[in-house]
């Protein structure tokens, strides 16, 4: 029988962040002013709201993505602290690196190095959203050419996350920022508890 285990200082510091950074974009999107044309493209309304939106998904995920690689990092860490080695301590270094380049690389590493079940954390919720972050940090808001020729239909996965794809435009709602907030915390106390129970 697993005991129940409260959560890690770090995740409920993660958590709270997740939620604080929610609460910052309500503040200022209620601070916006009516929008005018940009004065550099006066053909083009900025949608400030969007962006703002699109800036909190951003920091969501970073929060999240964050501390999965930090508690990744502690664990593999904490394993060879007793041994000093120059040799060792850069090929874990190296390794760790390699293990969160992307989503995918940290959940095979924390399945091959710490035997966390695949069942065991919902890594499906973090990579459709992680699709959009991808979006708007490398596509400015749209989805960006790897994503459009990639094997997979991203715009679905979106699509499926409740993320309105739009000429190939990432279009957020306030729900989704609330959503992806709730997903991120779930995931970051699944994973903290599965951790914690291996």
Known sequence: MITPVTSS???EASAD????????????VASFSPESPGRLRPYIVADRVQEQRQATLLRLLSIT?????DLLSREVERTFASVSSDVLTAAVNDSLIS????WKEQRTAYTKWLNIAKAAVNWTSIE?????RNAIAHGLGELTRRQKLSGTSI??????????????????????????A??????????????QNR
């Open 17 to 28: 962040l997740l939620f604080r950074t929610l609460a910052s974009h309500q503040i200022a």
């Open 9 to 11: 200082f770090e995740a």
């Open 128 to 132: 459709r959203l992680a699709d959009a």
């Open 65 to 69: 993505e964050a501390f999965a690689g």
């Open 99 to 102: 293990a969160t380049n992307t």
């Open 182 to 195: 709730q997903e991120c915390r779930v995931f970051i106390e699944s994973l903290d508890r599965a951790v």
């Open 155 to 180: 715009p679905d996965r979106l699509r499926n996350a409740g993320i309105k794809v739009e000429n190939d435009r990432i279009i957020l709602t306030d729900k989704n920022l609330l959503d992806a």
